[in-house]
């Protein structure tokens, strides 16, 4: 069993950034494969970043170059470092812990944290 608890979320400008961080808990979170998502109102819920247990990272076309993804494993922690944030970056962001499947797929995750807003103004 994982727990998951983001936090780092909050209202700012267009061009501004934000770094949100996931506490996890339990002994073998390096065995994990960790995924930011988001998701607004109408909209499904995307994956932005993933950081897999092997080491490799994707990001969505949404946020290259503008979000990074990082992981301590000794912290039991992954962080999203976000920069020049959009109003369309506006979502309630989650943390999720995968034990495999596709990194994009929401389905292959296993533990959720409950999220943080992220709220961006124009």
């Known amino acids: 069993q994982v727990q998951l608890v983001e936090s780092g979320g909050g209202l700012v400008q267009a061009g501004a950034s934000l770094r949100l961080s996931c506490a996890a808990s339990?002994?073998?979170?390096?065995?994990?494969?960790m995924g930011w998502f988001r998701q607004s109102p109408g909209k499904e819920r995307e994956c932005v970043a993933a950081?897999?247990?092997?080491?490799?990272?994707f990001y969505a076309d949404s946020v290259k170059g503008r979000f990074t993804i990082s992981r301590d494993n000794n912290k039991n922690s992954v962080y999203l470092q976000m920069n020049n944030l959009k109003p369309e970056d506006t979502a309630l962001y989650y943390c999720?812990?995968?034990?495999?499947?596709?990194?994009?797929?929401?389905?292959?995750?296993?533990?959720w944290g409950q999220g943080t807003q992220v709220t961006v103004s124009s």
């Open positions: 339990g002994r073998t979170f390096s065995r994990y494969t």
């Open positions: 999720a812990a995968s034990n495999g499947g596709s990194w994009r797929n929401a389905k292959s995750y296993d533990y």
């Open positions: 950081f897999l247990w092997s080491g490799s990272t």
